[in-house]
């Protein structure tokens, strides 16, 4: 009886051994990585290309790129993955890869889809402290605030549960929160997370549809919103 019990026991352990290894080895399998495609600027070490965001689309089968350049470049998935080949690395420049660009009055250093928008509208936040909203389909800007004084925005983004509602945080340690319905001539809410007015580098909606937003600083320290208090961790 002893016998058959360590038997049992030591059986067992293999098993969960044997499980255990099968789950590393498809977990392996599944992020097993490579490079498939380069996309750059024809002209060797162009600084004006330097990208600074990437955005995937709700369908994951569009691509925003900004940055540097002042242009939203948009980029279907299947022309970044030519062919659907992975066995050879794919080389190709930004003017051919992309499928069309939008050129923005400024550099851009976030972008962010608006939800329920089917695709159609991107908003983005640039260097002069502007956040626009494009119609991707018509090509130009039919959204724009302009609250954060020439300070750089360095994040947006929308309301889930009301997309008309959007956030920005910027280099003058300000989150304000504008609707899209407005003319534009002022935001809604205007708050200053901290007390040393350290640049609001992030900033997110909870994407379950909760009205809460949070913002990340430079003075690194998280707050976050909800009915109107703030609540601050470190």
Known sequence: MGNEKILHCTTSESVEQEQEK????RARSEWNLSLTTVVSSSSTGARSDTLGVIEFDPSDTVVATGGIARKIRIYSSSSLLPNGEYDHIALLDHDSACDYYVCTPAKLSNLRWKPNSSGRVLGSGDYDGVVTEYDLEIKIPV??????GGSRVWSMDYSHCDPVVGASGS????LQMWDTRCDGSQSFAMVRPGVTCSS???????????????????????????????????
């Open 22 to 25: 099968l789950e590393e080895e």
């Open 143 to 148: 959204f724009e605030r302009d609250e954060h």
């Open 171 to 174: 280099d003058d340690g300000t």
């Open 200 to 234: 609001v580098c992030c900033v997110e909606f909870d994407p379950f549809g909760d009205a809460l937003v949070v913002v990340g600083c430079a003075n690194r320290k998280v707050y976050g919103m909800i009915s109107g208090k703030w609540l601050t961790r470190f």
